[in-house]
């Protein structure tokens, strides 16, 4: 099962878990935008250095099915079909 966890990062210490969440729609969004952002950062790289950005690309790939596997979702990428 996954949960968010409601984290106070201080600048100078371990950070402190104050909450976690297992709302399923928030769960489902945060999951849909953890992909976002690898793929994004992955796109990025991508212009500056085409080999790290291949490898980000991987990682992003990797986290979506990953998370995918977590949330009970197909293990195939967005806009296939099986």
Aim: proline content about 6%; aromatic content about 2%; glycine content about 8%.
């Amino acid at each position: 099962m996954l949960c968010l966890s409601l984290l106070y990062c201080p600048t100078d210490g371990r950070p402190l878990r104050i909450a976690n969440i297992d709302d399923p729609e928030l769960l489902n969004r945060a999951v849909d935008r953890a992909v976002r952002e690898a793929e994004r950062r992955a796109a990025a790289i991508s212009e500056v250095d085409e080999v790290l950005g291949a490898a980000e690309r991987e990682e992003a790939g990797a986290l979506r099915r990953v998370l995918g596997i977590f949330m009970g979702r197909s293990a195939s990428p967005p806009g296939t079909v099986m």
